[in-house]
């Protein structure tokens, strides 16, 4: 069992920055990958970003250049720095995590989301 703990998000005016972070536990040996998703108001979730456990990173192209993530993998934590922050930005991310225990793959694991809301 993987539990994924999200923190971050809030209300924030264009221009502004928040970071996210997401915390993850249980029986794991590594996460491959780790990231986040994305779901704005009436449209499917989407990919912001995510990082695999050998620094690899894949971003949105609508989030490239403004968005960093990052990631602890001792701590099996992942952020992810959101800058010049715009309405369209605004909804609620969710953490994934992909995460093994040796061999065995848990199936991907989701946080309980938090709400990032940007006002123009």
């Known amino acids: 069992q993987v539990q994924l703990v999200e923190s971050g998000g809030g209300l924030v005016q264009a221009g502004g920055s928040l970071t996210l972070a997401c915390t993850a536990s249980g029986s794991i040996s590594t996460i491959n990958p780790m990231g986040w998703y994305r779901q704005a108001p009436g449209k499917q979730r989407e990919l912001a970003a995510q990082?695999?456990?050998?620094?690899?990173?894949n971003y949105a192209d609508s989030v490239k250049g403004r968005f960093t993530i990052s990631r602890d993998n001792a701590k099996k934590m992942v952020f992810l720095q959101l800058n010049s922050l715009k309405p369209e930005d605004t909804g609620v991310y969710y953490c994934?995590?992909?995460?093994?225990?040796?061999?065995?793959?848990?199936?991907?694991?989701w946080g309980q989301g938090t709400q990032v809301t940007v006002s123009s």
């Open positions: 990082m695999t456990s050998g620094g690899n990173t």
């Open positions: 994934f995590a992909d995460a093994y225990r040796g061999t065995y793959r848990y199936p991907r694991s």
